[in-house]
């Protein structure tokens, strides 16, 4: 009876090395921004970027409207990748916010635990 138990034990234990190492690899390829939205990362005359831990925000220096646009990335997309549309936005005059993901993966609780959606 203790060999049974010991065998399922190794057994469950190794479906979860399998699993775990299924999930890194999946995680590991990811779509990552390209050079032209790494390039609208950095400030210019018609907006600010503040780049923090858990997003990356555009704001125009000179805005139109009181809304604003958050972007919630898709799944294994890097969130540098929607910096062209961020900065069109900014550049319209609209406060714009690209959650970052983690694992760039898009989890819905993730967004409203680090406060984004107030």
Do not use: C, W
């Amino acid at each position: 009876m203790a060999l049974k138990k010991k065998l399922i034990l190794i057994f469950i234990l190794g479906l979860f090395l399998v699993a775990g190492a299924a999930f890194s690899i999946y995680i590991a390829d990811y779509y990552p921004a390209d050079n032209e939205a790494r390039a609208t990362l950095n400030s210019n005359e018609k907006y600010q970027v503040v780049n923090s831990e858990n997003s990356i925000t555009f704001k125009p220096h000179t805005s139109n409207s009181s809304l604003g646009v958050i972007f919630y990335p898709g799944g294994k997309v890097e969130a540098e990748a929607y910096g062209v549309l961020a900065a069109g936005l900014a550049e319209k005059g609209y406060t714009t916010i690209i959650a970052k993901m983690p694992f760039n993966l898009a989890f819905s609780i993730y967004i409203e635990i680090n406060g984004l959606a107030r």
